[in-house]
Every structure is written in C-alpha cells, then in structure tokens.
C-alpha cells in the first residue's frame, strides 16, 4: 500500500483525540484504498463510517478515483469504449484489385485498439454487442472513377451508414480517400462489414497505392460505443 492508503474510515465521537495518522489521513482528502477490498472493508464496521451516497474513494491498484451512488460505487468519469481496426500492409505492398459491379468488404487485419466488451473481429468481419455507437471510416481507391464506402450490417444485410460519394477519375490517374461518418444503434449483437463499390475494375492498386515510406495502411474503422 502506498503513503496515503487506509484501511477503515474511522466515524470521530465527540471529545475523541485523534492520532498523528488520522489526521494524515484526513489530510488526504479522498480516502485512499489499495483496491476495492480493502474500500468496501473499510466502511460499516465498529467505529467506521456508514457507507452512503456521496462518499468518494480513490483505489491505487487502477488509478481510479470513484463516488459512491447509494447503490453502487461508479467511476468519476466514464471509461470511454472504442475499437479501431485497420487494413496494415507491409511497405510496398499495394492495396490490392478493385472489381466492379457489386459491394465488396474491405480488409481489416489489425486491431490497434479494442475495449469495447463483447466486440471482436475475424476475417475482417466485427461482431458489436447491443448499443448505440458512433463509427468514422478512411479508405482509398485509386482510378476506379465513381466509388462509395458504407458500413453494412451482414447480420440483417442492412446498410447502417452509407458514406460520402466519390470519384477517383481513371483517365487522371487520381486517388481519393473515401468517408464513412454516422451513428447508429443494435438491439443486438451483430456483425457488420467496411464495404466499398466501384464503377471501374483496377487491378492491384485499386484499393489503394503504395508508398513504401512504412506500412502500408490502407482502410481504418474507429468504433465509439456511445449507449
């Protein structure tokens, strides 16, 4: 346990003379636990304080200040739930054949962050719990004239956001970045897709140009668990 960690939260009677190490505690300010066994020990017994709504407790083994709600202790600040998924490929490597004609999913192959309890992804396909969540999607294409990204829900192939419409022009030999930005709610858990759509089919480097300063990163996906 560190310097300013307790093991009760003394109730003071009238007339009681405190200790040196009481006072030191009450100069903590919030009382301080080494983890939640030893707050939730610490109130309720002889001599200690009553739990009750509004008391505070800062735990040392996770950093966590936390406020008592009368019912249960909550963090002071919420833990903020969000997955990003990437397409990484090693330098120099393009990003691949864009065909025409339908809806394809783009790759996702690396997961640089995931705290989103019940959220997992395989083959490039994300399974997302019941909530309400905000997602933003980057991805290139490179000369395949018109072209569209969206967010598709394979579970019930329905489209949850459809993204900014694009056009990367095959006789100028242009690259565009297309978007996905929207919020949408799962009354269950589902699994959902980074598609995209081109008007014309390039090979090799339609879903993206190398540029062989690092790794390649040629789709990103940042999920927000909001509700």
């Not at 017994?45 to 249960?72: C, I, M, P, R």
């Not at 100028?172 to 598609?195: D, N, P, R």
């Amino acid at each position: 346990m560190g310097a300013n960690a307790q093991t009760s939260v003394p109730a003071f009677v009238t007339g009681q003379v405190l200790t040196a190490q009481q006072q030191t505690e009450i100069n903590t300010g919030i009382p301080v636990f080494a983890d939640s066994t030893a707050r939730d020990a610490a109130f309720g017994g002889t001599g200690e304080k009553v739990l009750a709504e509004g008391q505070f407790a800062f735990l040392e083994d996770t950093n966590a200040t936390q406020f008592y709600d009368g019912s249960t202790w909550q963090p002071l600040a919420p833990t903020r739930e969000f997955a990003l998924f990437n397409e990484t490929q090693a330098g120099n490597t393009a990003g691949g054949t864009a065909t025409s004609g339908s809806w394809f999913k783009r790759v996702l192959n690396t997961t640089v962050q995931n705290n989103i309890t019940g959220c997992s992804i395989a083959s490039s396909v994300i399974t997302l719990p019941a909530g309400s969540y905000t997602a933003t999607v980057f991805a290139p294409n490179y000369r395949t004239d018109e072209s569209q990204f969206r967010i598709q829900n394979t579970s019930d192939a329905a489209t949850l956001i459809y993204g900014m419409s694009g056009n990367s022009r095959n006789a100028a030999s242009q690259t565009m970045t297309g978007t996905v930005q929207g919020y949408f709610t799962l009354a269950a858990s589902k699994t959902i897709e980074v598609q995209n759509r081109v008007l014309t089919t390039i090979a090799t480097f339609g879903l993206g140009l190398p540029t062989n300063f690092g790794d390649e990163v040629y789709a990103s996906i940042l999920i927000e668990k909001v509700g």
